[in-house]
């Protein structure tokens, strides 16, 4: 497998990542340290060895040395996450991390003015 197949590879799962999830960077692995939390711990082992893989792959001997199987086993795995998220997901995991912020925000204000009520003497 050539540098120029496993940079591909590398560029796919790093575009997956940011029309998925949202994850902004220059390249994989930069992607992965901003948003690889998001994503399930088999599958950021998998892409940080993509990652990894793709910089060594520059250099012709070590390029004789890597497993392609294991690159390609890795990808597929990544690709299979990601591209089973899908929008509709996106949107309810959206809708309910507003719907957290604004409850939080409604529990802080209803005890900052029962504190208030308590401190001036009304309750």
Known sequence: ??????????D???ALME?????GGRGLPEKLRRGGRR?????RREAEYLA????????????????????????????RHL???GAAERFWAAVLGITGSLAFALLVVAG????????????
């Open 39 to 43: 994503l399930p711990r088999r599958v």
């Open 1 to 10: 497998m050539g540098y120029a197949t496993v940079q591909q590879m590398a």
């Open 83 to 85: 591209n089973g998220i």
């Open 19 to 23: 029309s998925r999830l949202n994850v």
């Open 52 to 79: 990894e893989v793709s910089v060594l792959a520059q250099n012709p001997r070590v390029q004789l040395m890597l497993d392609d199987a294991r690159i390609a086993a890795a990808y597929d795995v990544c690709l």
């Open 12 to 14: 796919r799962i790093a």
């Open 112 to 123: 900052l003015v029962i504190g208030v009520l308590v401190w001036r003497g009304y309750l």
